[in-house]
């Protein structure tokens, strides 16, 4: 893996908010994860996680620094250019899976390319259906999603965040609002994914037993990126 | 489907209640419209109608014979005016004149050439029809009964094409050959008579007051009698042939009027004036004629503008609040739409969509309201001939403008929650949303 190319380059990553009062909430970030990898971001609360999973999800600009995805330097891109690349590029899962409560299944799962081309295909339905029955949610493809308990609408989540194979995931403690037996089918998910397609992932976690199954763990306290371990160190801590 | 009209079409199915409100809104406004402009248009052209059963569009008479100071009286009135810039008089000791030129009595006269005339005005764009008249004023007798008329000198065939009295006709036949007359049922009430009836026409020789004049008369037989719907028409006209009025007005082969139909009721105004310099006539068209009906009409409208002014800013103000709180509801769901890739333009079309698509929907059903609302007040009440005291006016303009104002609304009012909407910032909705 250490030869695998990088997916995600962050260059002294710096983010300021306030107009008057200004507060530093990351200072100068610098980070890299090769393809394949399935990382884990840990710290506090109000350490800047989310703030730096935003910058890294292009839903936010660095006040300085750099965010290279695949090769493409992001600094320059205008809102329309960002919002088309985050668009193929990156897959989400959010802690409340976040689906959209007036589509089904199938429909959730297809957003992303649907969103993208403008109309939808045979192709991006089929691999929709796919996807859906890879995560165990084959015979509730045309369910509304908010038929749906907790766990499944996660595994619907993952694979909407799957579904137009982008080149890193960022999940944001997606198994934060599960129940243990939940939680664990849904990083299982993501572990699979992982290892068989190659998928590279960054998971916010609050849960040592998830980090711990992590390939790479990084900390990140008061806005500083204090420690890469591998996962045994930060299983051992956690 | 575009990806724009499934997600609207699936948040405007979603959200049933608020879609059926911003809905009602639409229909209830576009309902009014309709049934406002039905009822104002109705009454306007049935006035309008009712106007011109009994007005030619454009009348063509000979202008007015002007009294002229001869010139040694011309010179001295200028000597006599009292404005500064009068030329200083030649002799300043020659006694000045005060002269007052009296307006000439006019006498009926004729068109001259009216027959080129007449082929003339006809080749003129607009005009569909024209017709020659003798037409002054008469007295119609019999037995001891006299009364004032117009008396009405036509050719039948040209004279229906401008005025459809044939249509109008309560007893008889509209035949004005020889000695027939047709009139007015006021005339013949007043008169006492009834379908072949004789009655006794005089006009003073040249249809104009004045001392010493001849009275030519004429024996004729009542053939028809109309009911045009005005009382002044019904009491007053009698119409007999061209040559019949030419004899008893001394006007052997003339035409006093050539009168005019156009195809466009307000392009009269324009016709006439192209009519006028045409042929060097007066031409006076039924608006110049009727300019207080045309001041009433055009408040009518005023009115009818304002309040569709104010239903459209009602409306549309419905529709806008109802879309921004429907924006604010779904704000999570929209930063989620941007985050997986959804550009800002998409989702603002969106939300236009849902605008756009509530305006088209509220005017079909508005229509259908209005149409209904329309066709039950026409019902309400009729006149004693069975026509509705309140006509409307429903036509396929009336519903496109309806339709277009509406789709019109609905875009327009959804324009600033659209906006909003495709201004969130992804990262801020779905963690605040």
């Not at chain 2, 401008?162 to 004005?176: E, M, P, W």
Request: aromatic content about 6%; proline content about 4%; some cysteine.
């Amino acid at each position: 893996m250490a030869d695998a190319p990088a997916v995600l380059r962050v260059e002294k990553v710096v983010k300021e908010f306030g107009d008057h009062v200004i507060t530093r909430v990351l200072h100068g970030i610098d980070l890299e994860l090769r393809a394949g990898e399935l990382a884990a971001l840990i710290g506090p609360s109000g350490s800047g996680k989310s703030t730096l999973l935003n910058l890294i999800g292009l839903l936010d600009r660095p006040t300085s620094g750099r965010v290279i995805i695949d090769g493409h330097d992001t600094t320059g891109l205008d809102d329309t250019a960002l919002t088309g690349f985050r668009g193929r590029t990156l897959g989400f899962i959010f802690q409340f899976h976040h689906l959209l409560p007036a589509f089904t299944a199938t429909e959730n799962v297809m957003m992303p390319a649907y969103a993208g081309r403008g109309f939808p295909t045979k192709a991006m339905r089929a691999r929709a259906r796919e996807l859906l029955g890879e995560v165990g949610l084959g015979d509730r493809v045309d369910a509304p999603v908010t038929d749906l308990s907790g766990g499944q609408q996660q595994r619907v989540a993952v694979a909407r965040a799957l579904a137009h194979d982008p080149s890193l995931v960022l999940a944001d403690e997606p198994t934060g609002n599960l129940d243990t037996e939940s939680a664990n089918e849904v990083f299982e998910l993501m572990r699979r994914f992982n290892r068989e397609r190659g998928t590279t992932f960054l998971v916010v976690t609050h849960d040592p037993r998830i980090s711990a199954r992590c390939d790479h763990v990084l900390e990140i306290v008061d806005g500083r990126l204090t420690e890469q371990a591998d996962a045994n160190d930060a299983g051992a801590k956690g | 489907m575009p990806f724009e009209w499934f997600v609207a079409l699936r948040y405007l199915r979603e959200g049933r209640a608020q879609t059926a409100l911003i809905l009602a809104a639409v229909s209830v406004g576009v309902s009014v419209i309709v049934f406002l402009s039905a009822l104002i248009n109705g009454l306007q052209t049935n006035l309008i109608k009712q106007t011109l059963g009994f007005q030619p569009h454009v009348t063509l008479v000979p202008h007015e014979i002007l009294a002229r100071p001869l010139a040694s009286l011309a010179s001295r009135s200028a000597l006599a005016s009292p404005s500064a810039t009068s030329p200083a008089p030649a002799d300043a000791t020659a006694p000045a004149t005060a002269t007052t030129i009296e307006r000439s009595p006019q006498r009926l006269r004729s068109i001259e050439r009216w027959q080129t005339v007449l082929a003339q005005v006809e080749r003129v764009p607009g005009v569909l029809a024209a017709s020659p008249a003798v037409s002054g004023p008469a007295f119609a007798t019999r037995g001891g009964a006299e009364k004032a008329v117009v008396l009405r000198g036509v050719d039948p065939e040209r004279f229906l094409a401008i005025i459809d009295v044939r249509a109008k006709l309560v007893a008889g036949r509209f035949l004005v050959a020889g000695d027939g007359v047709v009139i007015g049922a006021g005339l013949a009430e007043l008169l006492g008579v009834r379908l072949g009836d004789k009655l006794r026409l005089g006009a003073p020789d040249g249809g104009g007051a004045g001392e010493g004049r001849e009275t030519r008369e004429a024996m004729v037989t009542v053939t028809g009698i109309f009911d045009l719907g005005n009382k002044e028409v019904n009491d007053r006209w009698a119409l007999v042939s061209l040559r019949q009025a030419q004899t008893l007005f001394d006007l052997p082969g003339g035409a006093s009027t050539i009168e005019l139909k156009v195809a466009e009721v307000f392009d009269a105004e324009r016709v006439a004036g192209d009519v006028a310099e045409l042929t060097g006539l007066e031409a006076n068209s039924w608006m110049k004629l009727n300019a207080q009906l045309l001041v009433g009409l055009r408040s009518q409208d005023s009115s009818k503008y304002m309040i569709q002014f104010f239903v459209v800013i009602a409306v549309t103000l419905g529709i806008a609040s109802v879309l921004i709180v429907s924006v604010v509801q779904k704000s999570r769901e929209i930063g989620i739409l941007r985050a997986v890739g959804t550009a800002s333009g998409r989702v603002l079309r969106v939300f236009l969509i849902q605008g756009g698509v509530v305006g088209v929907l509220g005017s079909i059903v508005g229509s259908g309201l209005g149409t209904l609302f329309s066709l039950f007040f026409e019902r309400l009440a009729s006149n004693p001939d069975g026509s509705p005291t309140f006509p409307v006016d429903l036509n396929l303009g009336l519903y496109a403008s309806a339709s277009l104002l509406a789709t019109g609304i609905g875009l327009v009012a959804a324009v600033i929650p659209a906006r909003r909407a495709a201004r969130l910032e992804p990262a801020d909705a779905i963690r605040y949303g």
